[in-house]
T-cell receptor, first 114, second 112 residues
């Protein structure tokens, strides 16, 4: 089984709808991240969490919210989806510690907002 | 602030050709540097990394050397295969936040 899983893998929704993307991990890592990927822009950080009680905004958090339900689960919500939130969304995890460790990515969720 | 710049793609090569994908960075302090690869329909996978100046990361025939004097971390492979077709991301990590800053990605297409 994959270490980092994301659901759903694909989602089409309409403008104004609320949608939640879910991420689960079995790596035992404390740190979790949400990114979005857009062509030509690479990956941009939306939110990150160092543990259940420590959640931080990334560079593009407007229009998004997150919930860290447990060490293993980190959900991303779009309260009122808009078309420019159409993108590929990735969840990632990494070890905790005093330096930057490599991150482990889920397979991604392709979200289309019509 | 910290940033990463990669050469624009797509890069199209014939099988067994030599590959270079340029990556330069701007950062304070002593960042760690990474190359990630994204195969079609999949998430990103760590390809290689280097954590200090002059370190060489290597994996699956790919190499990159951390050059502090030129603030670069170029990815190279001596002989590419069709199976290397993917998007390659250079990334930088600095400090104790664990955050990575990614370049825009370079698409590599290898033709038989």
């Amino acid at each position: 089984d994959a270490d980092v899983t994301q659901t759903p893998r694909n989602r089409i929704t309409k403008t104004g709808k609320r949608i939640m993307l879910e991420c689960s991990q079995t790596k035992g890592h404390d740190r979790m991240y949400w990114y979005r990927q857009d062509p030509g822009l690479g990956l941009r950080l939306i939110y990150y969490s160092f543990d259940v009680k420590d959640i931080n905004k990334g560079e593009i958090s407007d229009g998004y919210s997150v919930s860290r339900q447990a060490q293993a689960k980190f959900s991303l919500s779009l309260e009122s989806a808009i078309p420019n939130q159409t993108a590929l969304y990735f969840c990632a995890t990494s070890e905790n510690g005093g330096k930057t460790y490599e991150q482990y990515f889920g397979p991604g969720t392709r979200l289309t907002v019509t | 602030g910290n940033s990463v710049t990669q050469m624009e793609g797509p890069v199209t090569l014939s099988e067994e050709a030599f590959l270079t994908i340029n990556c330069t960075y701007t950062a304070t302090g002593y960042p760690s540097l990474f190359w990630y690869v994204q195969y079609p329909g999949e998430g990103l996978q760590l390809l290689l990394k280097a954590t200090k100046a002059d370190d060489k990361g290597s994996n699956k025939g790919f190499e990159a050397t951390y050059r502090k004097e030129t603030t670069s971390f170029h990815l190279e492979k001596g002989s590419v295969q069709v199976s290397d077709s993917a998007v390659y991301f250079c990334a930088l990590g600095s400090g104790n936040t664990g955050k990575l800053i990614f370049g825009q990605g370079t698409t590599l297409q290898v033709k038989p």
